[in-house]
């Protein structure tokens, strides 16, 4: 029985090869993409994960109010804090069993010989980090590795490019920033770990030992005020994360120094660091649990769309199989065995699809590889937990595109079939129609997205931030005093090429890091008002260099030597912090901040020194050449490499010590949006791919529903129909459906991208246009789709259509 069943199977498949290739293609297609996504999200589920002790190891984060999201208040709390709280953690609870900090200072240039890097992600660390984290050492001892001042550990692929084959273990580093900084000296290599796992929320290159920091700085570490750490620690067994939040009141209470201050911590558990935090000041990428939402929806949008594809052509093509029922059943098949053969044969195509879905696999997961910009692996699908899982769904699919025909067809009674007497084509209909509503409401929910997420996209880089970052050549020394040294030297000959137009030092651009400070202003009130704002040290030049658009009072000057350290420029932002709604009324107050005293000269229109999904946050721009780390260059349009090469012969004249190291701004600040624009590129990739299943499903049923009515459409011929109106009977029917879906998917799709641009500080408005337009696409490729099918039936010779069976 099981191999009559398998080649009545196998015969209907050849039998119907054009609707067997859109089943098997597009429920592949709809599979494939369903795992794609589900890799993607698993490999963003997974940060961290690889942790030993991942469960008991925590973070604190700072403030002045509660988290955002958590509380009342409306500051967000920073991850980025100060070094004392650390150890009082440690002294105060005992439920805390080590704790871990770093600086946040992660640039260092690094010399060995004649190889010579400004090595990225370098960080002074503690000792006790490999007792935290899962990192193994391949050469040396973790327990001493970064005891002893100038102490440094290596990842393999650093480790290489300075030592290549030879065994480093033992061997020095010369770290030659200017004399002074915490992290100039001879380094000794202690040891050599692998690279870390690129599903970590952190990475680095070198470590070095935090006593090297604390011989160079050793006040900073019992400075509850400086910031410029970041504090982990591993908790016991058994900790009550509830129980310790209650603790930290009476924690801050005993530790605080200044009885009027506002701090305050709190925790985040390891597992919520890269998808859940909404702390500031990381150090490094974060993920978006929205975004995990939204791609797993769309996962199981395109499913979907595939499933119904699947289940309106097995209930179309079922029907024409009415009359073997009638007849299998009129010589003794029972019902039950009518329901097998169906159900069988839907589990035959789904097994082809789940085949078919393995071949696209192998070819789509590079191109994800590269969508996502992470390394997707199908072995992190592949497991005794996932593969049991999808077997499940391809068994459902199955069960559900089949079941219609199975318990619809073998219900019917055989003499009213034998005689053409069918009942249930009406439900059938009804059936598919609904199917196609909900499945083009899906896609018409997922285009309307993606033109809202091009749009704000498009918006973060077309929108005016305030500043002019164009054609804007940033070189990064990196604080180096002897070019700091010669600042007027090197701006002298720049601006004396005549590709630039002018330069200008800074230790922050819009974009970079910058620091944090207390700044004292006097409010309308005469008293001294302190609060926390961003702080750029800018050179003379850089507010007119940058085209910051000044609102009051007047900028920096060379005709003010005073200024140097009796004046300070600020933004609106700060201006309103300070109670002064009109920028105007603070021009002369007085300030304190970091030890200079004066007067406030000028306000600066508000700009976008940040990402746009922040709001403008208060910023002082205080004038402190001598601690710029970059030279902003404004370079012409003209010759551009030829003018790239000239700055170079000058770098490498004046500042030999130096590597030559430039990016354009516009490029740098952009860089900010990466994650926005990979979740533009996969959003949209899988939104025509769902777009093309429906439409796959569309053109089966359209040519289904042309051979239904072949006879119809001879009989109008004859009598005298056009083309024209041929098409249009077939396809409105298709337009209608496609209408109504466009009603029942714009609210919803609104409702969810309302909610997405929520994490933008800067937004564009949803547009009712944005909906029509994408209804208008859908019905457009409906009618291509449908047309193509209705021209061709149209077309046909009605002598033909009308012969006898």
């Not at 996504?37 to 509660?66: M, P, Q």
């Not at 052509?313 to 079922?318: E, G, M, N, V, Y």
């Not at 299998?328 to 159900?343: E, M, N, T």
């Not at 085949?355 to 997961?365: E, K, Y």
Request: proline letters at 4%; one cysteine or more.
């Amino acid at each position: 029985m099981l191999k009559n069943y398998l080649k009545i199977a196998w015969r209907n498949f050849l039998k119907q090869k054009v609707y067997s290739f859109i089943n098997i293609t597009g429920l592949g297609v709809g599979m494939a993409c369903c795992v794609l996504i589900f890799v993607f999200v698993r490999n963003e589920l997974s940060y961290d994960s690889y942790h030993e002790k991942g469960d008991r190891i925590y973070r604190v984060i700072h403030g002045s109010t509660a988290p955002v999201g958590e509380g009342t208040g409306s500051e967000p709390f920073w991850v980025w804090g100060n070094a004392p709280v650390g150890p009082a953690l440690k002294q105060d609870f005992p439920e805390i069993e080590k704790v871990v900090q770093f600086s946040g200072r992660s640039d260092l240039l690094l010399k060995n010989g004649d190889k010579v890097y400004q090595e990225e992600g370098v960080f002074f660390m503690d000792s006790t980090v490999f007792d935290v984290f899962s990192w193994k050492l391949i050469q040396g001892n973790p327990k001493t590795a970064l005891i002893a001042p100038f102490s440094i550990v290596l990842t393999e692929s650093t480790a290489r490019k300075y030592f290549g084959s030879e065994n480093p273990i033992g061997k020095s580093l010369v770290g030659s920033e200017s004399a002074g900084r915490a992290n100039a000296g001879i380094y000794t290599v202690t040891g050599i770990m692998p690279d870390l796992p690129l599903n970590s929320h952190f990475r680095f290159n070198a470590l070095l030992s935090m006593s090297t920091f604390q011989k160079s700085l050793p006040d900073i570490f019992t400075n509850w005020g400086y910031v410029d750490f970041y504090t982990y620690f591993l908790v016991r067994k058994g900790f009550d994360e509830a129980a310790f939040n209650k603790k930290i009141a009476g924690f801050i209470e005993r530790r605080k120094a200044d009885d009027n201050s506002k701090y305050t911590i709190a925790i985040e558990p390891l597992r919520d660091v890269y998808l859940k935090t909404t702390a500031e000041r990381q150090p490094g990428e974060t993920g978006s649990l929205t975004n995990i939402y939204v791609f797993s929806m769309i996962g199981l949008f395109i499913l979907v769309i595939a499933i119904i594809n699947f289940m309106n052509l097995s209930t179309a093509r079922s029907l024409e199989r009415a009359k073997e029922v009638g007849i299998r059943k009129s010589i003794g098949a029972d019902r039950g065995s009518l329901i097998y053969q169906f159900l069988g044969e839907s589990l035959i195509i789904v097994f082809m699809s789940a085949f078919a879905a393995v071949l696209f696999i192998a070819i789509a997961l590079p191109v994800m590889t590269n969508l996502t910009g992470k390394e997707l692996s199908i072995q992190s699908f592949v497991s005794w937990q996932t593969v049991p899982f999808f077997l499940g769904i391809m068994l459902i699919i199955g069960i559900l595109a089949g079941s219609y025909p199975a318990l619809v067809l073998s219900g019917f009674d055989p003499v009213k079939i034998l005689k053409g007497i069918n009942k249930s084509s009406a439900r059938g209909v009804n059936l598919r129609r609904g199917l196609v509503v909900f499945q083009f409401s899906l896609s018409i929910a997922l285009i309307a997205g993606t033109m809202i997420v091009y749009f704000q996209t498009g918006h973060l880089l077309d929108g005016n931030l305030g500043f002019d970052k164009e054609r804007m050549l940033v070189l990064d020394y990196n604080y180096d005093e002897t070019v700091n040294g010669k600042m007027e030297t090197l701006k002298a000959e720049m601006e004396a090429n005549p590709g630039i137009r002018s330069a200008a030092f800074s230790r922050s651009v819009p974009g970079s890091y910058f620091p944090n400070a207390g700044t004292g202003i006097q409010g309308a009130d005469g008293e001294m008002k302190w609060e926390g704002q961003a702080v750029f040290q800018v050179g003379t030049d850089f507010i007119s260099h940058y085209g910051l658009e000044l609102v009051a009072g007047r900028t920096y000057s060379r005709d003010h030597p005073s200024d140097l350290k009796e004046a300070i420029v600020i933004n609106e932002a700060a201006a309103r912090q300070y109670g002064y709604a009109n920028p105007k009324d603070i021009i002369g107050k007085k300030f304190d901040q970091w030890g200079r005293k004066g007067e406030v000269i000028g306000v600066v229109k508000d700009f976008n020194y940040i990402s746009l999904h922040q709001k403008i946050e208060p910023l002082t721009l205080p004038l402190e050449p001598n601690a710029s780390r970059y030279l902003s260059l404004k370079i012409k349009s003209e010759n551009l490499p030829e003018t790239l090469a000239q700055v170079e012969r000058i770098w490498k004249k004046l500042a030999p010590q130096r590597p030559f190291l430039y990016s354009f701004l516009d490029q740098d600040f952009d860089r900010q949006y990466q994650s926005d624009f990979r979740f533009r590129k996969i959003f949209t990739t899988f939104s025509v791919l769902a777009i093309l299943i429906a439409c796959l499903g569309l053109l089966g049923l359209a040519t289904y529903t042309a051979e239904q009515r072949t006879k119809e459409i001879g009989i109008r011929k004859v009598l005298g129909a056009s083309v024209v109106r041929i098409v249009a009977l077939l396809s409105g029917d298709f337009v209608k459906l496609v209408i109504i879906a466009v009603l029942i998917a714009s609210p919803v799709a609104w409702w969810a991208m309302s909610k997405w641009l929520q994490g933008f500080a800067y937004r564009i408005e949803i547009q009712w246009w944005m909906f029509a337009l994408a209804g208008l696409v859908v019905v457009v490729i409906a009618l291509v789709t449908v047309s193509f099918q209705a021209i061709k039936a149209a077309l046909m010779n009605p002598i033909k259509t009308l012969k006898s069976e």
